[in-house]
């Protein structure tokens, strides 16, 4: 598919310092009352052996980020909010680059790992974030759109308070969050979720197409969950 390629690379320039800064910090903040799990442990191993160093930081941010979400009882908006702008901080890059690869749906590991990645990287991450932290995947739906004002294919995160609720798009083009109805740059053209794909005919639910697992890359992103398989970038963002 076409992608949001260099027009998005001055904005995350500037984020870099904010990346580094407040990823680094969230640990020392949190880490006094806010202990990790074993497991959380070992996958802050697992991304350190992997990654390096700064991987293993923005892992232990990641999980802390969850406990802390738990620990204070946020609200489904402020999990929505936080999580979006968390991985926002990471970086946009293009997976031809990062991965060598045509399309590639990293892992939210992988993700982090990677200190960044395409469109559908923020949105799975973001996806599979706030799954974790109880919101239900009803309300949820990963969404391929058209980026009107570049002409280029994009994915965002769409959140359902109910049913028939306007969806409110957390994206990596725009920080706050935004009702559907207030994104005119924004073409759907189908969702999905753990569950179903949507072909979307406007604005709204659209049409129910079937099951997600006629998605061949979704496949193989959970395929590698399940087992744990870690691929390594070609690009080192960390550099």
Not at 54 to 64: F, I
Not at 146 to 159: E, R
Not at 177 to 205: C, E, V
Request: hydrophobic letters at 40%; glycine letters at 8%.
């Amino acid at each position: 598919m076409w992608r949001i390629g260099r027009w998005l690379d001055p904005f995350h320039r500037r984020g870099r310092h904010l990346l580094w800064c407040g990823l680094a910090l969230l640990p020392l903040l949190l880490a006094a009352s806010q202990p990790l799990t074993d497991a959380d442990l070992a996958m802050i191993k697992r991304a350190k052996d992997t990654y390096g160093e700064r991987a293993g930081k923005r892992t232990a941010s990641w999980r802390l980020l969850t406990l802390q979400a738990q620990a204070a009882g946020w609200s489904e908006r402020q999990k929505l909010e936080r999580v979006n702008s968390f991985f926002n901080q990471l970086h946009f890059i293009d997976d031809s680059k990062l991965w060598r690869r045509k399309d590639y749906w990293a892992s939210p590991l992988e993700f982090l790992g990677a200190a960044g990645g395409d469109c559908e990287d923020f949105s799975i991450a973001k996806y599979f974030t706030l799954l974790e932290l109880g919101i239900d995947d009803e309300k949820m739906r990963m969404v391929y759109v058209k980026a009107l004002d570049y002409n280029q294919f994009h994915m965002v995160v769409a959140y359902y308070e109910t049913p028939s609720s306007v969806p409110l798009i957390l994206d990596n083009l725009i920080g706050e969050l935004r009702p559907a109805t207030a994104r005119k740059d924004l073409l759907p053209i189908y969702s999905f979720n753990g569950r179903h794909l949507w072909l979307m005919k406007a604005r709204g639910q659209g049409e129910l197409a079937g099951q997600s697992s006629r998605l061949g890359l979704w496949n193989d992103l959970r395929n590698r969950m399940t087992s744990g398989r870690l691929a390594r970038p070609v690009v080192n963002l960390d550099d």
